[in-house]
């Protein structure tokens, strides 16, 4: 099961780009990399997954370079509402025994 | 709005109450799930269920009893629970099982006094 390392917390302004970097060393073959965002007392919300190189969405992007070792979610012109914890995961493709971990996360904080 | 909702949204109940939070998911999905979010603690998976069936149970105390009637709906019966019980629960669903993604509620905040 791979393990992920984040930041524990970051701290940004609005208008910057913020960028959130997920270590995965021993991600297997046929694993995704998640990405979920959680408000204060709400449930994680899914941003966007990826397998390798570079995704995007109406919300955030995601780079995985060709080892796969990493990932980095970026996140545009943040505004006061992206402060929020964001969890990164790694997801096989077929379940099986997988129990999703969600970790600690990175908090995000964006001061005006 | 995930498609998935919970009520209570709070609950606070004395230790030798019994309760039940429940969950209903409206996206057609055959997984469910509990979780429990204490305080600046990680989120911990409770049970899961595909198809009805509960495939999970990650060692939690037999205070906390799930029910899924069918595939729409999750409850999660509380009794004789204790302080450190006081959490955020959430209740999730996915498409099929582990692995897929996976869909929130807002949760139900506990508080056990």
Known sequence: LAKTTQPISMDSYEGQEVNITCSHNNIATNDYITWYQQFPSQGPRFIIQGYKTKVTNEVASLFIPADRKSSTLSLPRVSLSDTAVYYCLVVPRQGGSYIPTFGRGTSLIVHP | ?113
């Open chain 2, 1 to 113: 709005e995930t498609g998935v909702t919970q009520t209570p949204r709070h609950l606070v109940m004395g230790m030798t109450n019994k309760k039940s939070l429940k969950c209903e998911q409206h996206l057609g999905h055959n997984a469910m799930y509990w979780y429990k979010q204490s305080a600046k603690k990680p989120l911990e998976l409770m049970f899961v269920y595909s198809l009805e069936e509960r495939v999970e149970n990650n060692s939690v105390p037999s205070r906390f009893s799930p029910e899924c009637p069918n595939s729409s709906h999750l409850f999660l019966h509380l009794h004789t629970l204790q302080p450190e019980d006081s959490a955020l629960y959430l209740c999730a669903s996915s498409q099929e099982g582990l692995g897929e993604t996976q869909y929130f509620g807002p949760g139900t905040r506990l508080l056990v006094l």
